[in-house]
């Protein structure tokens, strides 16, 4: 039977949420309608552009360039800090909203996801009418706008949703691919990188239409499987499926460049362990436990080293992790060189319902784990702040790492 699947994409993600919380904020200001960027701190080393807005666009402002640049092109821009908390909150919304339109429905990435329309007409009419819903129910109920691309395979519907832009609805039905996607580029086509992009226009392929009409021999020859994947893709075939199951996590990791270089021991395990807290509650929501940990230290010469410990036991709580994570950085690190960068990472995750507990359990653990577990419930409830450790309570450290955990929040300081 043939499927309808939609692929529903956020518009400048970043900006748009960004920009709907400051509409809520006094005085409020649509950053999408003025010269606006999300980036890093003007002063810090983060400052690049990571989104920005079509005023800023027009002024020939992009994705990636240094707030500098930025800045020389308009002195008014706004610049605002990333924030990555709104971000998945944002996220979880869009999420849910189009998960009331099908219970197929698949995250592809932040801002991104697809959805099988099959057999949802009798409910929400034909495909382009209940695409239509969708996206008035995002407008309306979070405040941005998305394209969506409709078409029988996630393939199709993902080239759909990328032709023109913001705020519209694109079919892309296999009758349409010669006249909607073979003129286009060929680095338009879905896994077509930079690399590849650059190896098919030396032979001669700069449109979809050719790579779909070349002997598809030729292509395996020439780039081996991802050949015979994009040729596949040129002629809109993709066999994959709309799933709900979610790809298993192999490591998960959390870093971050510090607000100033660090030469005090003391202080960088404070931001080690407010690090350990954010990757742990990643940990646990996702239901594993992890038996390596990471611990990365880029320096302010910029130059890196990292170590990593292999545990006799598989380990959610913050506590276990953190005194890994102190081991790991007593190694590292003699105090010399002023510390840049701390990235902690957690890997050899299992699930923790095939979890076996050993022998170097002990009750402590068991403690510590289940106060994670109500300091989880109590910030899935009431935010991430709303409970802070003891020890990372003082003065002006904490007046920094909750700077530094969630920029927005200066204005409460
Ligand atoms: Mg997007």
């Known amino acids: 039977m043939e499927r309808t699947i939609f692929h529903i994409d956020a518009n400048s993600e970043f900006l748009s949420w960004s920009a709907v919380k400051l509409l809520n904020e006094w005085p409020p200001i649509d950053l999408r309608s003025v010269p606006s960027v999300v980036g890093g701190s003007e002063q810090s080393r983060k400052g690049i552009v990571l989104a920005s807005s079509i005023p800023a666009k027009q002024l020939g402002i992009k994705t990636g360039e240094t707030l500098y640049s930025a800045r020389l092109k308009c002195p008014e821009l706004i610049v605002v800090p990333p924030d990555f908390e709104l971000y998945e909150d944002m996220s979880a919304k869009f999420f849910k909203i189009c998960n ?10 932040i801002d991104e996801l697809f959805l099988d329309y099959t057999n949802m007409e009798p409910h929400f009419g034909p495909p382009l009418e209940g695409a239509k819903k969708i996206s008035e129910k995002i ?13 029988t395979n996630k393939l199709l519907a993902k080239m759909a949703s990328d032709f023109e832009k913001p705020d519209k609805i694109h079919t892309l039905y296999p009758d349409e691919i010669k006249e909607k996607m073979w003129p286009l580029p060929i680095g338009n086509l879905f896994m077509v990188g930079r690399q590849t992009k650059k190896k098919l226009l030396d032979i001669g392929i700069d449109t979809i239409g050719k790579l779909a009409n070349c002997d598809i021999e030729i292509m395996k020859k020439y780039l081996k499987s991802h050949g015979e994947l994009i040729h596949k893709y040129a002629n809109g075939i993709d066999a994959s499926l709309v799933t709900t199951e979610k790809e298993p996590y192999k490591s998960i990791s959390n870093g971050s460049t510090l607000p100033r270089d660090i030469s005090d021991k003391g202080e960088l395990l404070k931001y080690a362990l407010s690090l350990c807290e954010k990757v742990c509650s990643r940990l646990r929501k996702e239901g ?3 038996s390596v940990v990471d611990v990365g230290i880029r320096f302010k010469d910029l130059s890196y080293c990292s170590h990593q410990k292999k545990l006799l036991k598989y380990i959610y709580s913050t506590n276990d992790v953190y005194s890994a994570v102190k081991d790991l950085v007593n190694e590292l690190w003699s105090g010399e060189t002023p510390v840049r960068a701390i990235t902690i990472g957690l890997s050899d995750l299992v699930s923790n319902e095939y979890q076996q507990y050993s022998f170097f359990d002990d009750d402590k653990s068991k403690k510590y784990e289940k106060i994670d577990g109500v300091v989880d419930e109590l910030r899935e409830k009431y935010g991430f702040h709303c409970i802070t450790r003891a020890s990372l309570v003082d003065d002006k450290f904490h007046k920094n790492v909750l700077k530094y955990q969630n920029p927005s929040m200066k204005s409460y300081l």
């Open 139 to 151: 407008k309306s109920e979070l405040g941005f706008t998305v394209n969506i691309g409709i078409s």
């Open 288 to 290: 594993v436990s992890a």
């Open 100 to 109: 009331s339109f099908s219970p197929l429905v698949q995250k592809f990435s």
